[in-house]
C-alpha cells in the first residue's frame, strides 16, 4: 500500500474494520436465533424445527460464496469483491424484512450466506497482500478476536430489538450494519491487488489456482488442522445448551458461562498478537496443542464426567483453558495455511475457508450427536484435536526448528 496515501488506515482502524467485515455471517447466524418462535409463528412453519433451515441455508450459500468470490477477488480486485458482497447481503437483508413466505426468507438467508462469504475469503487475502509470516499471524489474532466476540453480543443484539419491535427489525439491524461497512470500505480502504498481480477468470486460470493451493503441502495440512480445530468448537456449540442447562441445570445463566468460555478466546488471540513476533508461530501453536491435549485429558482422567455435582466450576476452569489455547491457534492456522499463497490469496482463501469448515462441520456434528448426558463425547473430541494437530503440526514443520 502507499503509505503516503491519505486513506491509509492505522492498525486499530485495519484491525476493527477486517474484524467487522469478517463478523458479518456471526451476527447474520446469531443476532436471528432469539427470533426462531416468532418467526416460525409468524410465517406458520410446521413442523416447527424446520425454522432451523434459516441457519443451515445461511451455511450452503457462505459456503458457495466463498467459492465464487475467492476466484472473483482475485480477478478484480478486493475492495470490488467486498462491495459486491456487501450489495448482496443488502439485498438478501431486504427480502428478508418483507418476506410474506418461509420460502422467501430462505431465500434471504442463502443470499446473505453468499455476501458474508465475500467478505471473509477478501479479509483474509487482504491481510495476505499486506503481510505474511508472524507479521500476518499477530494481524490476524487481533481480528480473529473481534470476530470472536460478534458472536457473545449477537444474540444479546437480536434479544434486545425483539423486547421492543418485531423480528424483522433485525433485519433493519443487518441493513444498517452492511450500509456502515460499504461506507467504511468506499471511504477509508485502499485496493490491496495492483493490477500486475490479478488473474484472469476464465476456467484455466481458476483452475490453475485451485491446483496452485491444492498442491501445496502445508496449505493443506493445515487446512485440515484448522477443520479440526473447528470441528471440536462445533461440537461444543451444538451441545452447549444440553450440557449448560440440562447437565448443569443452569437455566437463565446459560448465555452467562457460554460467554466466559467464548471471551477467554478473545482474549488469548489478543495475548497471541502482541507475543507471536517474539515467540514464533510454531512455538506458540506446538504449546497451544499441547495445552489442549494436557487440559482436557487432565479432566477426562480426573473427574467421574457423569455426575455433575461439583463439577461445574471444573469444568469452566477447563473450558476457558481449553479455549485460551484455540485462541492462541486460530490466527496462528489461518496464517500458516497462506503463507505460501501470496499470488492466489483469494482462491486459496476460499477453498481453505470450504475444506476446514466442511471438515469441522462432519467432526462437530459427529461430537453433538454422541452427547449421551455426560461430558465424554465433548472431552473426547478436544483429546482428538490436541493429538491430531501436534502430530499434523509436527510433520508440517521446518526440521530445523527448536520444538
Known sequence: MNSNSPRTLSKLEFVCLMGGLMSLVALAIDAV??????????????????????????????????????????????????????GLFTIGSLIGLFSLSFEQLLLARFLQGMGAAASRVTCVAIIRDRMSGADMASMMSYVMAIFIFAPVIAPSIGELILSFSGWRSIFVFYLIFAFAMACWVLLRLEETLDHQ??????????????AHVFSNKQTMGYTLAAGIVFGALVGYLNSAQQTFQHFFDTGGQFAIYFGISAFSVGIASIVNGRFVKAFGINRICTLAMIGILCISGGFYALFDLT??????????????????CYGLLFGNLNSLTMEHMNMSAGTASAVIGCLSTAIGLVIGTVIGQLYDDSLRPLMLGFIFVGVSTLILHRLLMPKSHPL
Open 197 to 210: 498481480r490479478r488473474t484472469a477468470l476464465s476456467w484455466r486460470a481458476v483452475a490453475k489456482n485451485f
Open 307 to 324: 455426575e455433575p455435582q461439583g463439577l461445574l466450576l471444573p469444568y469452566m476452569v477447563t473450558a476457558c483453558g481449553i479455549f485460551f
Open 33 to 86: 436465533l432469539p427470533a426462531f418462535e416468532p418467526i416460525a409463528t409468524s410465517l406458520s412453519v410446521e413442523p416447527h424445527n424446520h425454522v432451523q433451515w434459516v441457519i443451515s441455508v445461511l451455511f450452503a450459500g457462505f459456503v458457495i460464496g466463498q467459492l465464487l468470490f475467492g476466484p472473483m477477488s482475485d480477478a478484480f480486485g478486493r475492495r470490488w469483491s467486498i462491495l459486491m458482497g456487501l
